[in-house]
Nanobody
Framework: QVQLVESGGGLVQAGGSLRLSCAAS????????MGWYRQSPGKQRDLVAK?????STNYAYSAKGRFTISRENANVYLQMNSLKPEDTAAYHC??????????????WGQGTQVTVSS
C-alpha cells in the first residue's frame, strides 16, 4: 500500500507563486517516476510535469519556463511561478514504482486545489 499526501495549494493572484509538495510513503522499494497532473471541472487530467528516477524531467508546454519540478527521496515538489488564471485546477501527485513485494504500482494523490485570480 502506497500513500500520497499533498499540500501547498491555495488562492493566489495572477503573477504570484505557489509550491506544491507530495510525500509518498508505504511499502515502496523503488520510485521510478514522480509527477504532477492537473484537472479542471469537465476536463481531462493532464500532465504538468514529471521527474524520472535518473533526474530527467518532462514538462507540459504550458508549464515550461514557469514551473519547476524537483524530487528529494520520496518527496516531489512543484514550484509554480508567474501563475495565470488558466492554471486554476486540482493538482494531483502521481507516483510510479515497485513495492517491497516486487509488484509495480501507480498511485494518485487526492488533489490539492490551486486557484489563480485575475
Amino acid at each position: 500500500q502506497v500513500q500520497l499526501v499533498e499540500s501547498g495549494g491555495g488562492l493566489v493572484q495572477a503573477g504570484g507563486s505557489l509550491r506544491l509538495s507530495c510525500a509518498a510513503s508505504g511499502s515502496i522499494r523503488t520510485i521510478d517516476i514522480m509527477g504532477w497532473y492537473r484537472q479542471s471541472p469537465g476536463k481531462q487530467r493532464d500532465l504538468v510535469a514529471k521527474v524520472f528516477g535518473v533526474g530527467s524531467t518532462n514538462y507540459a508546454y504550458s508549464a515550461k519556463g514557469r514551473f519547476t519540478i524537483s524530487r528529494e527521496n520520496a518527496n516531489v515538489y512543484l514550484q509554480m511561478n508567474s501563475l495565470k488564471p488558466e492554471d486554476t485546477a486540482a493538482y494531483h501527485c502521481n507516483v510510479v514504482g515497485v513495492t517491497d513485494a516486487g509488484k509495480p504500482f501507480e498511485s494518485w494523490g487526492q488533489g490539492t486545489q490551486v486557484t489563480v485570480s485575475s
